[in-house]
């Protein structure tokens, strides 16, 4: 595959980033601070967010899997979902001057919109992975330059977005939200259609028959028992997801965690900043490494090496505790090259549970598939939040107090003792996992003969 078709699909995922991770860093901030909405309302619209966007995936690539263009199936859907989603950026940072309930609709309703924005690009462009290339190799190549994107557009927002906030609001954050997020938003808008430009997908040999899609839109109940029996029967797709579900959650868990570690342990909230600009910084660098162990030796090499590195940064930090925002960073670093392997393969192993199915039961489902592991990945993140503020409460943390030296102890078994457990289940998974380079050269052999 030339490296400009590379390119053009990862640039894909840069824009959407750009958003994505300007909700995650500001988006309580802004709807606390700048809004003026209940700390506890805006956490209810930042998890019902969450929740829709989690249950939207799988809508989305269900319907992603029944489209038939001209463009292909998933191109479609970036073609005309970037001018969509930018103009949700802008409305998800727009302030609401009105009566309570007035601004707390509005933005749960504008939330609402961005987190379906983004999946209606987002979704397509994952599950078009599988549409673009079979090769194993391949994949994996495509995977480590769209994860190069991602932390790249996660890089512009630590060092970027807030400032573009100071410099377009001159004093004021309710006007310079917005305008910051317009400027990423249409940025998002334009990588995504550059990615449309860019990228093919292959002819649709071997498709389901028309006249079979025609019957299974006037019997959907009975289409939606086959796509479940089809899931249920894939051994490769449910250890992932599985796998998705321990890592994500306890991922988003321990990331939650880091700015209660900078502000309640370190003493300066900011150096959240300099935790997850080095983060950043790591999982850039350390890209090659997990492209280069992946193309030696295998994926699942990659998803237990990165998960068990994970761990061991997480465990140096309950043991050393540092007291120093280098020291802390270097191991969150550690940290972080050891999640970046997992965040790097487990699309490209996505990919691989599509063919494996379509092996065991003769029917492909890119979309539904990419969606339910998202889904896995979205929700696993929420519920794990939701948890993380309840266990906050019961060790007897209260906000803006100081900590007690128990309380202390508590969030670092909380914040990393907890999330290594869960990260060493995920790894234990890929025992019983398929799909090897051998045995996936035979299958798509297989299919092609068939």
Same mark, same amino acid.
Not at 227 to 254: K, M, P, Q, S
């Given at each position: 595959?030339?490296?400009s078709?590379?390119?053009?699909?990862?640039?894909?995922?840069?824009?959407?980033?750009l958003?994505? +991770?300007?909700a995650?860093?500001?988006?309580m901030?802004f709807y606390?601070?700048?809004?003026?909405?209940?700390p506890?309302?805006?956490?209810?619209? !930042?998890?019902?967010?969450? +929740?829709w966007?989690a249950i939207?995936?799988?809508?989305?690539?269900?319907f992603?899997?029944k489209?038939?263009t001209?463009?292909?199936?998933?191109?479609?859907?970036?073609?005309? #979902?970037?001018?969509?989603?930018?103009?949700?950026?802008?409305?998800?940072?727009?302030?609401?001057? =009105?009566?309570?309930?007035?601004? !707390?609709w509005?933005?749960?309703?504008t939330?609402?919109?961005?987190?379906? $924005?983004?999946?209606?690009?987002?979704?397509p462009y994952?599950?078009?992975?599988?549409?673009?290339?079979?090769?194993?190799?391949v994949r994996?190549s495509?995977t480590a330059?769209?994860?190069?994107?991602?932390?790249?557009?996660?890089?512009v +927002?630590?060092?970027?977005?807030?400032?573009?906030?100071l410099f377009?609001?001159?004093?004021?954050e309710?006007?310079g939200?917005?305008?910051a997020?317009?400027?990423?938003?249409?940025? $998002? &808008?334009?990588?995504?259609l550059?990615?449309? &430009?860019?990228?093919?997908?292959?002819?649709?040999?071997?498709e389901?028959p028309?006249?079979q899609?025609?019957?299974?839109?006037?019997?959907?109940l009975?289409?939606?028992?086959?796509?479940?029996?089809?899931?249920? #029967?894939?051994?490769?797709?449910?250890?992932?997801?599985?796998?998705?579900?321990?890592?994500?959650?306890?991922?988003?868990?321990e990331?939650?965690?880091?700015?209660?570690f900078a502000?309640?342990?370190l003493g300066?909230?900011?150096?959240?900043?300099?935790?997850?600009?080095?983060q950043?910084?790591?999982?850039?660098?350390?890209?090659p490494?997990?492209l280069w162990?992946?193309?030696?030796?295998?994926?699942t090499?990659?998803?237990v090496?990165g998960i068990?590195? &994970?761990?061991?940064?997480?465990?140096?930090?309950f043991?050393?505790r540092?007291?120093?925002?280098?020291?802390?960073?270097?191991?969150?670093?550690?940290?972080?090259?050891?999640?970046?392997?997992f965040?790097?393969i487990?699309y490209a192993?996505?990919?691989?549970? +599509?063919d494996?199915?379509?092996w065991?039961?003769?029917?492909r489902?890119?979309?539904?598939?990419?969606?339910?592991?998202?889904?896995?990945?979205?929700?696993?993140?929420?519920?794990a939040t939701?948890?993380? =503020?309840?266990?906050?409460?019961?060790?007897?943390?209260?906000?803006?107090e100081?900590?007690s030296? #128990?309380?202390?102890? $508590?969030?670092f078994v909380?914040g990393?003792?907890?999330?290594?457990? #869960?990260?060493?289940?995920a790894?234990?998974?890929?025992r019983?996992?398929?799909?090897t380079?051998?045995?996936?050269?035979?299958l798509?052999?297989?299919?092609?003969?068939?």
């Amino acid at each position: 595959m030339p490296v400009s078709t590379k390119l053009g699909y990862g640039i894909g995922i840069f824009g959407p980033m750009l958003g994505w +991770v300007a909700a995650t860093q500001y988006l309580m901030y802004f709807y606390t601070d700048v809004a003026g909405i209940d700390p506890a309302r805006a956490g209810l619209i !930042f998890m019902l967010g969450m +929740v829709w966007d989690a249950i939207s995936d799988p809508l989305i690539g269900t319907f992603a899997d029944k489209t038939r263009t001209r463009w292909g199936k998933y191109r479609p859907y970036l073609l005309f #979902g970037a001018v969509p989603f930018a103009l949700s950026v802008f409305l998800v940072f727009t302030p609401y001057w =009105g009566s309570e309930a007035g601004i !707390f609709w509005f933005a749960l309703i504008t939330c609402l919109l961005f987190r379906t $924005g983004y999946t209606v690009v987002y979704m397509p462009y994952t599950a078009m992975i599988a549409r673009m290339t079979t090769s194993y190799d391949v994949r994996t190549s495509l995977t480590a330059v769209k994860t190069a994107f991602v932390f790249a557009g996660n890089l512009v +927002v630590s060092f970027g977005f807030y400032s573009l906030v100071l410099f377009f609001g001159a004093g004021s954050e309710a006007r310079g939200f917005p305008l910051a997020a317009l400027v990423i938003g249409l940025f $998002g &808008a334009i990588t995504t259609l550059i990615c449309f &430009a860019q990228t093919r997908e292959a002819p649709e040999d071997g498709e389901t028959p028309a006249g079979q899609l025609a019957a299974d839109r006037r019997s959907n109940l009975k289409a939606l028992f086959r796509v479940f029996a089809d899931l249920a #029967g894939n051994r490769a797709f449910l250890l992932l997801f599985f796998g998705v579900c321990l890592f994500g959650g306890f991922y988003g868990l321990e990331l939650a965690m880091t700015a209660y570690f900078a502000k309640y342990w370190l003493g300066d909230a900011g150096h959240t900043r300099t935790i997850f600009t080095v983060q950043a910084l790591t999982s850039l660098a350390s890209i090659p490494l997990w492209l280069w162990l992946a193309k030696v030796h295998s994926k699942t090499l990659v998803w237990v090496s990165g998960i068990l590195l &994970a761990t061991f940064g997480l465990v140096l930090v309950f043991l050393l505790r540092p007291t120093s925002v280098e020291a802390l960073s270097a191991l969150y670093a550690v940290k972080n090259a050891g999640a970046t392997g997992f965040i790097m393969i487990f699309y490209a192993m996505t990919a691989d549970t +599509v063919d494996w199915g379509e092996w065991v039961r003769g029917r492909r489902h890119e979309g539904v598939i990419f969606g339910a592991i998202s889904f896995a990945n979205k929700f696993s993140a929420g519920v794990a939040t939701g948890v993380l =503020g309840l266990t906050l409460s019961l060790i007897g943390f209260v906000a803006n107090e100081n900590p007690s030296a #128990g309380v202390i102890d $508590g969030m670092f078994v909380v914040g990393t003792l907890v999330p290594a457990i #869960g990260f060493c289940l995920a790894a234990l998974l890929m025992r019983w996992y398929p799909v090897t380079r051998d045995r996936h050269a035979q299958l798509i052999a297989e299919v092609e003969a068939r």
